[in-house]
């Protein structure tokens, strides 16, 4: 189709047409973002990844038996296709290469359900209570997130050099102290506080504090300017009240990533 080409470009256009094929079958999708293919669950993927499946080979006729129009090499049987199909890592679903690199296992992966929410933001009312105003969208587009654990991670930057996203996992994913101690040595990072009616995600950015509880199917988002309550479900504002005056609009973009590593940090096994 383009002449010579890389094979990353043959494996997206492998993928398109894939794609096609299976729209005009007419299949079902459960996947809510753009693919068709379905997300498969975190533990079936991981248990993929841990087993070696050899590849398979196609039929090649020996040096003596290649004197005649027959094929060298034959294509693959349906059955062989369909095996050498299956060796899929779906490593463009679940990549998680940070987490298996790291010798101190500091790097999580959680699952998350895809979704986008309609937010909304407060908007302050001379001499009343805040408005609450539809605002922009939130979308959460990958089901497999990864935060890493400042306690067991000693900055060795493997994840670094194995990151196929040139990321740089301990530092772009959001951090994690399993212990209030180690939460105080960072400037800036996450602490989930599990009391006895609540779990309450603490964020710390130098010396300002916001948290995230979940009560009773609500989310109270707390930080010096503003105390609300939002609908876990939907992240839509039940209530706001700004706590100081010079507050005239506040959005809600940051609790609602704070919502997603608060599932997070409840899957941690700590
Ligand atoms: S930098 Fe941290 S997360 Fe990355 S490999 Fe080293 S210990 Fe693990
Ligand atoms: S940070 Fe890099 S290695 Fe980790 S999941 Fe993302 S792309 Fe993969």
Redesign the pocket.
């Known amino acids: 189709m383009r002449g010579a080409s890389t094979a990353i470009n043959a494996i997206g256009d492998g993928r398109l047409a894939a794609e096609e094929i299976i729209r005009e079958l007419g299949v079902e999708s459960e996947n809510s973002t753009s693919s068709v293919f379905l997300t498969p669950d975190l533990n079936e993927l991981q248990f993929r990844k841990s087993i070696r499946t050899k590849e398979q080979t196609p039929h090649e006729s020996s040096l003596k038996d290649r004197a005649n129009f027959n094929l060298v090499m034959e294509t693959f049987s349906t059955e062989q296709a369909t095996l050498e199909a299956s060796r899929c890592l779906s490593c463009d679903q679940l990549?998680?290469?940070?987490?298996s690199v790291c010798p101190n296992l500091a790097?999580f992966t959680y699952q998350v359900t895809p979704k986008t929410y309609k937010l909304f933001k407060a908007v302050a009312v001379e001499g009343g209570n805040p408005e609450i105003v539809p605002d922009e969208e939130f979308t959460v587009e990958q089901p497999y997130q990864?935060m890493n654990i400042r306690d067991l991670c000693n900055e060795c930057a493997n994840?670094v050099t194995?990151?196929?996203?040139a990321?740089k996992?301990y530092q772009?994913?959001p951090g994690i102290s399993l212990s209030m101690e180690s939460f105080n040595l960072e400037e800036e990072g996450y602490f989930l506080s599990k009391l006895q009616n609540r779990t309450v995600l603490i964020h710390k950015h130098h010396s300002r504090i916001s948290t995230l509880s979940l009560d009773n199917n609500l989310y109270t988002y707390e930080t010096d300017q503003v105390r609300a309550i939002l609908d876990t479900e939907t992240l839509a504002l039940k209530e706001v009240r700004f706590l100081t005056a010079c507050v005239k609009e506040y959005r809600f973009s940051f609790a609602a990533e704070m919502s997603i590593i608060l599932k997070g940090a409840m899957q941690l096994p700590f």
Do not use: A, M, Q
């Not at 990549?95 to 987490?99: A, D, L, N, Q």
């Not at 194995?162 to 996203?165: A, D, E, L, R």
């Open positions: 990549c998680s290469v940070c987490v790097n990864v994840c194995f990151c196929p996203s990321g996992p772009d994913k």
